[in-house]
Every structure is written in structure tokens, then in C-alpha cells.
């Protein structure tokens, strides 16, 4: 209502749906069937975990949204509850938590692939953008005996990710439109 603004107009170049519409046409290219799945993901992080694992398991077992190979997008910008001292974001945390999923019957995940990251390539107070969660990196997990229960329980996801090198590092972007999930099921 200020005067000082009577002749200003906003004009967003750029939005979380932008860089999802920019990843769904970069799937294509790829061969993958891209479905968009919001840009208003909000919430804890483990919990948006839990039901993007459950959608993906279900594109894969049942082709639920798309046939393989697809490519389920989302984005948004959930939060993390602090229980622990570790250290990470919610994007670090919202991997491991899908790792923790997979944990419960890694053959039946096998084939799906995870990533959440942050536009601005920065998650929580780290260098990492994000993380990677896939079977494969449960395994891993399993052969060097890290605990993906006790980084959760300790929001210690950036520690947990480097010590298998699965952290997402882009550096700074300048730009910040929240983060992105892709799951890739081939």
C-alpha cells in the first residue's frame, strides 16, 4: 500500500514448476516418460520420503503413473524436525529417509533411483546440494556397517552420505526456486 510501489510490478521469472517443467523436458530427451508430480511438496522430510518411496514403488511394480522407463518429478520445500546433532539438510535427510525405506526390502526397490536437491545447490549449513538414494547405496551401507537408523536418529545425513559418496555438490547456483525430487525408474 506504500506509494513507492504504485508503478512496480513483480514478474517472476523463474518458480520450483519452471525447473520441473525444465527436468520433465531434459527426461524426455533422455528417453524417460516424465510425470509431474506437484511443486508445492511441503512437510517433514522423512514423511515426504515415505510417500514419494510408496508412489515410486508403485510406478515400478504397477506402472501406476507412467511405464518404464518414467521419470517422477517433484519439488517444494519440506522441513526437518532437529533431534540429533548431526549434520545435513532437509534434501540429505529426505534421501536417507527413502534409504530407510528401501532398507525394508531393498530387492523390491531395486531399479529406483532417488534424488532431492536444492536449486541453489546449498542444503542445511553443508557444501552438498543433496543426496542420492538407491538399492545399490543400501548395499553399501550394509558393507561398511553405517547405520542408516542412527544417522536418522541423529540428523546426520551429510555424514552418512559422504562416507559412501553420495552426496549431491553443484556448488552455488545463484539461483533459488526450492528443491527438486527426481525418482528414475528405468
Given at each position: ?34 510425470v ?71 530387492d ?10 536444492a ?31 542412527d ?28 528443491d527438486?525430487?527426481l525418482?528414475?525408474?528405468?
Amino acid at each position: 500500500g506504500d506509494p513507492a510501489f504504485e508503478k512496480t510490478h513483480t514478474i517472476l521469472i523463474g518458480t520450483n514448476y519452471h525447473s520441473l517443467q525444465a527436468a520433465a523436458e531434459t527426461a524426455e530427451k533422455l528417453g524417460y516418460h516424465p510425470v509431474i508430480l506437484s511443486s508445492r511438496i511441503t512437510g517433514e522430510a522423512r514423511e515426504v520420503a515415505r510417500v514419494l518411496f510408496g508412489i515410486a514403488r508403485d510406478t515400478a511394480d504397477r506402472n501406476l503413473l507412467a511405464s518404464r522407463p518414467c521419470c517422477l518429478i517433484a519439488g517444494g520445500e519440506t522441513t526437518v524436525t532437529l533431534r540429533g546433532k548431526g549434520k545435513g539438510g532437509r534434501n540429505q535427510e529426505m534421501a536417507l529417509a527413502f534409504l530407510a525405506e528401501i532398507e525394508k526390502d531393498p530387492d523390491g526397490a531395486a531399479g529406483i533411483f532417488f534424488l532431492s536437491g536444492a536449486t541453489d545447490g546449498g542444503d542445511g549449513p553443508t557444501d552438498a546440494a543433496g543426496a542420492f538414494a538407491a538399492s545399490e547405496i543400501y548395499r553399501q551401507a550394509q558393507e561398511k556397517e553405517i547405520s542408516i537408523a542412527d544417522a536418522l536418529k541423529n540428523n546426520d545425513a551429510y555424514h552418512f552420505f559422504e562416507k559412501l559418496g553420495y552426496l549431491l555438490t553443484t556448488g552455488p547456483t545463484y539461483t533459488n526456486v526450492c528443491d527438486i525430487q527426481l525418482m528414475m525408474i528405468p
